[in-house]
Nanobody
């Protein structure tokens, strides 16, 4: 059974940076598209980014130019480098396996 563990969240001021990581166990990630979603308090979960097995990438418009998704198949991990963070980026961030398996999430808080 696949399991995902997110890490790297924290509290930063506007303009700061964080690097999120997602470690996948139970299945090799090599052939799969993985996604980052986020959920802000009182709001619906929102797609953030995905990366395919051949390293094709897509982002939600609000993070383009600021966030970078990447994958390290040898380490069975994906990452989300977040730069120029804004208060509206405050949310719990999750990585998602294709069969809708979520990790526990990692909290990102951006203060103004």
């Amino acid at each position: 059974q696949v399991q995902l563990v997110e890490s790297g969240g924290g509290s930063v001021q506007t303009g700061g940076s964080l690097r999120l990581s997602c470690l996948v166990s139970g299945r090799s990630i090599s052939g799969y598209t993985l996604r980052w979603y986020r959920e802000a308090p009182g709001q619906q979960r929102e797609f953030v980014a995905w990366i395919t097995s051949n390293f094709n990438i897509n982002y939600v418009d609000s993070v383009k130019g600021r966030f970078t998704i990447s994958r390290d198949n040898a380490k069975n991990m994906i990452h989300l480098q977040m730069n120029d963070l804004r208060p509206e980026d405050t949310a719990v961030y999750y990585c998602i396996w294709p069969d809708n398996v979520w990790g526990q999430g990692t909290q990102v808080t951006v203060s103004s």
